[in-house]
T-cell receptor
Framework: GNSVTQMEGPVTLSEEAFLTINCTYTATGYPSLFWYVQYPGEGLQLLLKATKADDKGSNKGFEATYRKETTSFHLEKGSVQVSDSAVYFCALGGSQGNLIFGKGTKLSVKP | EAQVTQNPRYLITVTGKKLTVTCSQNMNHEYMSWYRQDPGLGLRQIYYSMNVEVTDKGDVPEGYKVSRKEKRNFPLILESPSPNQTSLYFC????????????FGPGTRLTVL
Protein backbone atom coordinates (compact mmCIF):
# COMPACT_ATOMS: atom_id res chain seq x y z
CA GLY A 1 0.00 0.00 0.00
CA ASN A 2 0.90 3.65 -0.09
CA SER A 3 3.32 4.85 2.52
CA VAL A 4 5.61 7.73 3.42
CA THR A 5 8.99 7.54 5.11
CA GLN A 6 10.68 10.64 6.42
CA MET A 7 13.86 11.15 8.35
CA GLU A 8 13.52 10.84 12.05
CA GLY A 9 14.34 13.71 14.29
CA PRO A 10 14.78 15.64 16.24
CA VAL A 11 16.88 17.94 14.09
CA THR A 12 18.66 20.80 15.80
CA LEU A 13 20.21 23.59 13.74
CA SER A 14 21.67 27.00 14.33
CA GLU A 15 19.96 30.02 12.85
CA GLU A 16 20.85 30.57 9.17
CA ALA A 17 21.88 26.95 8.66
CA PHE A 18 20.74 24.93 5.65
CA LEU A 19 17.89 22.52 6.21
CA THR A 20 17.08 19.26 4.48
CA ILE A 21 14.40 16.86 5.67
CA ASN A 22 14.27 13.72 3.58
CA CYS A 23 11.00 12.17 2.48
CA THR A 24 10.44 9.16 0.25
CA TYR A 25 7.20 7.52 -0.69
CA THR A 26 5.73 4.31 -2.02
CA ALA A 27 2.59 4.65 -4.08
CA THR A 28 0.69 3.33 -7.02
CA GLY A 29 0.18 5.96 -9.65
CA TYR A 30 1.26 9.54 -9.13
CA PRO A 31 -0.30 10.99 -6.02
CA SER A 32 -0.04 14.58 -4.92
CA LEU A 33 2.66 15.22 -2.32
CA PHE A 34 2.52 17.64 0.57
CA TRP A 35 4.53 19.10 3.40
CA TYR A 36 2.54 20.17 6.43
CA VAL A 37 3.93 22.05 9.42
CA GLN A 38 2.73 21.95 13.02
CA TYR A 39 3.83 24.80 15.26
CA PRO A 40 3.77 24.17 19.02
CA GLY A 41 0.24 23.88 20.35
CA GLU A 42 -1.38 24.30 16.95
CA GLY A 43 -2.98 22.21 14.25
CA LEU A 44 -1.35 21.30 10.97
CA GLN A 45 -1.15 23.76 8.15
CA LEU A 46 -0.09 23.27 4.58
CA LEU A 47 3.46 24.42 3.88
CA LEU A 48 3.71 23.44 0.22
CA LYS A 49 2.54 20.85 -2.26
CA ALA A 50 3.24 19.38 -5.69
CA THR A 51 0.69 17.59 -7.80
CA LYS A 52 2.79 15.98 -10.52
CA ALA A 53 6.29 14.81 -11.30
CA ASP A 54 9.00 17.50 -11.51
CA ASP A 55 6.73 20.09 -9.90
CA LYS A 56 8.42 22.25 -7.31
CA GLY A 57 6.39 23.46 -4.38
CA SER A 58 7.62 26.52 -2.51
CA ASN A 59 6.51 28.72 0.35
CA LYS A 60 8.16 30.88 3.02
CA GLY A 61 11.62 30.02 1.68
CA PHE A 62 10.97 26.27 1.80
CA GLU A 63 11.12 24.18 -1.35
CA ALA A 64 10.49 20.57 -2.36
CA THR A 65 10.60 18.93 -5.78
CA TYR A 66 8.48 15.94 -6.76
CA ARG A 67 11.04 13.39 -8.00
CA LYS A 68 9.36 10.43 -9.64
CA GLU A 69 12.61 8.62 -10.45
CA THR A 70 13.73 8.56 -6.82
CA THR A 71 10.20 8.63 -5.32
CA SER A 72 11.25 11.52 -3.13
CA PHE A 73 9.98 14.90 -1.98
CA HIS A 74 12.74 16.32 0.21
CA LEU A 75 12.12 19.58 2.03
CA GLU A 76 14.85 22.25 1.89
CA LYS A 77 15.42 25.74 3.16
CA GLY A 78 18.56 27.75 2.61
CA SER A 79 18.60 29.67 5.89
CA VAL A 80 16.41 28.63 8.80
CA GLN A 81 15.12 30.97 11.47
CA VAL A 82 14.15 30.38 15.09
CA SER A 83 10.53 30.83 14.01
CA ASP A 84 10.84 27.73 11.80
CA SER A 85 11.00 25.52 14.87
CA ALA A 86 8.11 23.10 14.44
CA VAL A 87 7.22 19.55 13.46
CA TYR A 88 7.22 18.88 9.72
CA PHE A 89 5.12 16.16 8.12
CA CYS A 90 5.50 14.75 4.65
CA ALA A 91 2.27 13.32 3.22
CA LEU A 92 0.81 11.90 0.07
CA GLY A 93 -2.76 12.13 -1.16
CA GLY A 94 -4.55 8.80 -0.97
CA SER A 95 -7.08 7.53 -3.47
CA GLN A 96 -9.89 7.98 -0.95
CA GLY A 97 -9.18 11.64 -0.38
CA ASN A 98 -7.16 10.97 2.73
CA LEU A 99 -3.63 12.00 3.55
CA ILE A 100 -1.02 9.38 4.35
CA PHE A 101 1.52 10.93 6.67
CA GLY A 102 5.08 10.26 7.60
CA LYS A 103 5.84 10.18 11.31
CA GLY A 104 7.00 13.76 11.45
CA THR A 105 10.35 15.45 12.02
CA LYS A 106 10.81 17.87 14.86
CA LEU A 107 13.03 20.83 14.00
CA SER A 108 14.57 23.06 16.64
CA VAL A 109 16.46 26.16 15.53
CA LYS A 110 18.78 27.79 18.05
CA PRO A 111 19.69 31.50 17.92
CA GLU B 1 -12.45 33.71 8.11
CA ALA B 2 -12.19 30.21 6.61
CA GLN B 3 -11.63 27.75 9.38
CA VAL B 4 -12.22 24.38 10.96
CA THR B 5 -13.28 24.49 14.58
CA GLN B 6 -13.22 21.72 17.14
CA ASN B 7 -14.66 21.50 20.62
CA PRO B 8 -13.61 20.89 23.24
CA ARG B 9 -9.91 21.66 22.91
CA TYR B 10 -9.05 19.68 26.02
CA LEU B 11 -10.97 16.89 27.70
CA ILE B 12 -10.22 14.56 30.59
CA THR B 13 -12.71 11.77 31.09
CA VAL B 14 -13.03 8.32 32.58
CA THR B 15 -13.26 4.92 30.95
CA GLY B 16 -16.70 4.13 29.57
CA LYS B 17 -18.21 7.61 29.69
CA LYS B 18 -19.57 8.46 26.26
CA LEU B 19 -18.26 11.63 24.70
CA THR B 20 -18.54 13.62 21.48
CA VAL B 21 -15.97 15.89 19.91
CA THR B 22 -17.53 18.35 17.52
CA CYS B 23 -16.04 19.56 14.25
CA SER B 24 -17.39 22.29 12.02
CA GLN B 25 -16.09 23.93 8.84
CA ASN B 26 -17.29 27.08 7.10
CA MET B 27 -15.73 26.49 3.68
CA ASN B 28 -18.53 24.40 2.15
CA HIS B 29 -16.12 21.48 1.83
CA GLU B 30 -17.46 18.10 0.81
CA TYR B 31 -14.68 16.03 2.33
CA MET B 32 -14.11 15.80 6.07
CA SER B 33 -12.05 13.44 8.16
CA TRP B 34 -10.73 12.69 11.62
CA TYR B 35 -7.13 11.85 12.50
CA ARG B 36 -5.41 10.92 15.69
CA GLN B 37 -1.83 11.88 16.41
CA ASP B 38 0.33 9.74 18.66
CA PRO B 39 4.05 10.05 19.45
CA GLY B 40 6.16 8.00 17.08
CA LEU B 41 3.16 7.10 14.92
CA GLY B 42 2.38 10.37 13.18
CA LEU B 43 -1.20 10.99 12.13
CA ARG B 44 -3.56 8.18 11.29
CA GLN B 45 -7.00 8.53 9.78
CA ILE B 46 -9.95 7.33 11.86
CA TYR B 47 -12.98 8.02 9.64
CA TYR B 48 -13.75 10.14 6.65
CA SER B 49 -16.78 11.45 4.82
CA MET B 50 -17.03 12.24 1.12
CA ASN B 51 -20.34 14.06 1.53
CA VAL B 52 -23.49 14.27 3.60
CA GLU B 53 -24.64 10.84 4.80
CA VAL B 54 -21.53 9.20 3.28
CA THR B 55 -18.95 8.00 5.77
CA ASP B 56 -16.27 5.32 5.71
CA LYS B 57 -13.58 3.81 7.87
CA GLY B 58 -10.02 5.00 7.79
CA ASP B 59 -7.01 3.13 9.13
CA VAL B 60 -7.92 3.03 12.83
CA PRO B 61 -11.75 3.13 13.20
CA GLU B 62 -12.16 0.75 16.13
CA GLY B 63 -13.91 2.34 19.10
CA TYR B 64 -15.13 5.40 17.17
CA LYS B 65 -18.29 6.47 15.40
CA VAL B 66 -19.06 9.43 13.18
CA SER B 67 -22.05 11.00 11.51
CA ARG B 68 -22.48 13.50 8.70
CA LYS B 69 -26.01 14.86 8.78
CA GLU B 70 -25.01 18.33 7.59
CA LYS B 71 -22.25 19.36 5.25
CA ARG B 72 -20.50 21.59 7.76
CA ASN B 73 -20.46 19.25 10.78
CA PHE B 74 -18.66 15.97 11.38
CA PRO B 75 -18.73 14.91 15.04
CA LEU B 76 -16.54 12.14 16.42
CA ILE B 77 -18.25 9.89 18.97
CA LEU B 78 -16.56 7.64 21.49
CA GLU B 79 -19.32 5.42 22.87
CA SER B 80 -17.16 3.80 25.54
CA PRO B 81 -13.76 5.46 25.73
CA SER B 82 -10.75 3.48 26.86
CA PRO B 83 -7.26 4.63 27.93
CA ASN B 84 -5.77 3.61 24.58
CA GLN B 85 -7.87 6.36 23.00
CA THR B 86 -5.89 8.98 24.88
CA SER B 87 -4.52 11.01 22.01
CA LEU B 88 -4.53 14.30 20.11
CA TYR B 89 -7.38 14.43 17.61
CA PHE B 90 -7.61 16.55 14.50
CA CYS B 91 -10.52 17.21 12.21
CA UNK B 92 -9.79 18.22 8.63
CA UNK B 93 -11.73 19.24 5.56
CA UNK B 94 -11.06 19.73 1.86
CA UNK B 95 -12.94 20.27 -1.36
CA UNK B 96 -12.97 16.70 -2.57
CA UNK B 97 -9.93 14.61 -3.26
CA UNK B 98 -6.47 13.53 -2.28
CA UNK B 99 -4.89 16.21 -4.43
CA UNK B 100 -6.57 19.03 -2.58
CA UNK B 101 -5.22 20.89 0.41
CA UNK B 102 -6.73 19.73 3.67
CA UNK B 103 -7.49 22.32 6.33
CA PHE B 104 -7.03 21.20 9.90
CA GLY B 105 -8.73 22.19 13.11
CA PRO B 106 -6.67 23.22 16.16
CA GLY B 107 -6.87 19.78 17.76
CA THR B 108 -8.54 18.18 20.78
CA ARG B 109 -6.36 16.67 23.45
CA LEU B 110 -8.23 13.79 25.03
CA THR B 111 -7.17 11.93 28.16
CA VAL B 112 -9.09 8.83 29.21
CA LEU B 113 -8.37 7.71 32.76
Amino acid sequence: GNSVTQMEGPVTLSEEAFLTINCTYTATGYPSLFWYVQYPGEGLQLLLKATKADDKGSNKGFEATYRKETTSFHLEKGSVQVSDSAVYFCALGGSQGNLIFGKGTKLSVKP
Amino acid sequence: EAQVTQNPRYLITVTGKKLTVTCSQNMNHEYMSWYRQDPGLGLRQIYYSMNVEVTDKGDVPEGYKVSRKEKRNFPLILESPSPNQTSLYFCASSTRSGSDTQYFGPGTRLTVL
